[in-house]
């Protein structure tokens, strides 16, 4: 690679050598519905993840990475227009970024208009609403929503949320094994011109889904619950009332005995091993096309995920660490922090402006992130932005802010409610030290960020 580099056959988005014009370098972007940062690179005792722990010893893996709202469709809407949720207006998963602002150039869209082929395979933008201007190949058009359609029956919801599907095989039947086998056929099909290719798994999204052998990694008696595990949606005494809402995904409406919860969680870890070797079916075509050299990986998560702490079973709502922190691995050919872990707070409309510097493309107007190739390059560099998740809608909005100390978020600017926590010494988020007067200077510098962020 040093000696591509060398000859100029290889850039990163550096100066082009006047004999050869330089190589564009390929994204591949992949994308999971629901998964925590909870995997063998980050840490995790049990949780078997070789692929995408390959990837973060390949690149760097970001340890305080958050998602800007706590829900799908905001949340990638954010990432792939690269705004914060109170600039994009999507706060719900039935907006439509591409209603809302016409004008706007998306993530992918950008690449395309930049001589690249964008292509898109699985959940991306969120289900049903993909924008096809976004992509030059495997966008959808939306689906009118059907006035006959019956209404979904709560009973029936509440029924289906507890159930954990095993598959037979490898999951050929499943959507996520056929999202893998079309990424694998669009790098065949373009491994000679600069692509964007964003690979969207749809797991662990509820129900818990893989095949039966991934259920076999995992011994449900070794499985922990978590500290302030409880078996309904519970906060201690003063914690504001709109922190916790109630579970939307499983357990719906009813509380979760120890042994259902530890049958759940197993079955959620099988769900991200399972993805995990669909990544690495991915990533080996990559590999054997000889693209690597020339392409940089995303491995990104869209949100946090509550598996039982504070009794919580879902994402909707929490603005708590949990809620709010995703995988976040960036593989740039070259790099100098790669191998290593950067812990400063990031967030995901960071990646369009770094994507775009990775790859030489000027960012178009408008972008609220910040490019992460310093960190890429220096995973110690002085990092001083904070990141912002925002949750609920213009009625009681809720902003919070992640330093490298503190977690802080309040609702409607603080009259519905506040909290702030000391990440260094309270990681379970127990004590809100938000009305503490000790803190009140820490208070009030965090709630000035939130409001100069989200005005
Ligand atoms: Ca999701």
Redesign the pocket.
Known sequence: MRALIALGLLTLGGAANAADPPKKTNVLFILT??MRPELGCYGHPQVKSPNIDALAKAGVRFDRAYCQYPL?NP?RASMLTGRLPTTTGVLDNTADVRKLHPDWVTLPEHFKANGYVSLRTGKIFHGGIDDPQSWSEGGEPQKKPDPNAPKPDPAQRQKASDQIVKLKGDGESHGDYKTADRAIKFLQQNKDKPFFLACGFVKP?SPPTAPEKYFDLYDVKTVKLPDNFAAKPTVPDGFPKPSLVPNYDLFINRDASEDEAKEMTRAYWASVSWVDWNVGRVVAELDKLGLRENTVIVFWG??GYHLGEMGKWA?HGSLFEVGTRVPLIVVAPGAKANGQAALPPVQSIDLYPTLCELCGLKPPAGLQGHSLKPLLNDAKTKWEHPAFTVAGNAKNLGVAVRTDKYRYAEWNGGKNGAMLFDETTDPNERKNLADDPKFADVRKRLADLAKAATK
Do not use: A, E, P
Request: charged share 50%; proline share 0%.
């Open positions: 519905d629901d799908c949340s999204h869209d949100h994402k």
